[in-house]
């Protein structure tokens, strides 16, 4: 466990950050400023009702407003993420295209040769929200708490099944990380998402998963939370332990949603973008409605989220191979 934990610490400086991007010639407004010039695409690589999708649509309702201009939320599901931010990385980068990544799982896929696209393919915006990842079990699982499930795994290698957002991806490097740290095995069962990962928990079809909390608020009633990947018990399951309270991981883990356009944008439009995004997570309706998805909102600018990105790249790069040998 101290080696694992010695690697992640390392990696998971979770706020150090890079970037940059190639020129294409902007578009401009009447006076002067760059602003779309018609309805903006939003890639979200997870299906409609994914956590993913629920905050994008949170957000993008309120950016709307301050741009005067439609934000559609595009779809484009599989691979773990990997189609839609394939389909990002090759879209026009007029300034009309941009898209939620997901990290570590964007990188974790880069790794793993899931897609196309590399960290350089894309131009960094703004992070949105940072997310706190929790051990999940079904409301009607024989499992009360995080010491019951993982004694029963310990005493059974391997039967125990775990639902997952695809191989390597973030909630499965969650579960890896528990695992690792507490010295069981079990089966990982992939899906294309955490929305699919979520049912088949809900459904009975595996044991437990890893995810985090904006994923299923609309359905918590069928789930129980054992334990929370943090230094300290969190506001929303505040009698809830931590991992770290029953002598598993220590450290925090989660995820981060980042927004992003196509490698190439105007640094016009992307200024235009990061502008208009600040001013939408610090006004106060979309504060209420953040806080009613249950949404940890976390502002950072194109320079910090590079970095962020870049940073996680790292820490996929050097982390997972201790914790998936």
Known sequence: MKKVVAVVLA?????????????????????????????????????????????????????????GQTIVIENKEGGSGSIGWTALSKAKPDGLTLGFINLPTFCSNIIDHLGSYTVESVTPIANHVVETSVVLVSAKSKF?????????????????????????????????????????????????????????????????????????????????????????????????????????????YGSARCIVAPAGTPKEAIAYYAKIFKETMEDPEYIAAAEKAHMTTNYRNPEDTGKLINQQFDFCKNTLPEIFK
């Open 144 to 252: 009360n708490t995080l010491k019951e499930l993982v004694d029963y795994a310990k005493a059974n290698p391997k039967k125990l099944k775990a639902s997952t957002n695809g191989n390597k991806a973030s909630n499965h490097i969650g579960a890896q990380l528990l695992a690792t740290s507490a010295g069981f095995e079990y089966s990982p069962i992939p899906f294309g998402g955490t929305a699919d990962q979520l049912l088949s928990l809900r459904q009975g079809e595996v044991d437990f998963s890893v995810a985090k909390v904006a994923d299923f608020t609309s359905f918590a009633s069928e789930l129980k939370v054992l334990g929370t990947f943090d230094t300290i018990r969190i506001p929303e399951y505040p009698n809830v332990p931590t991992l770290g309270e029953l002598g598993y991981f220590p450290e925090w």
């Open 11 to 67: 990696a998971l400086s979770f706020f150090a950050f890079a970037n940059g991007a190639k020129e294409t010639k902007p578009a401009a407004s009447a006076s002067g400023e760059w602003k779309p010039s018609g309805t903006v695409t939003m890639i979200v690589a997870y299906k409609a009702g994914s956590g993913t999708d629920n905050t994008a649509r949170v957000l993008t309702t309120y950016a709307e407003k301050k741009m």
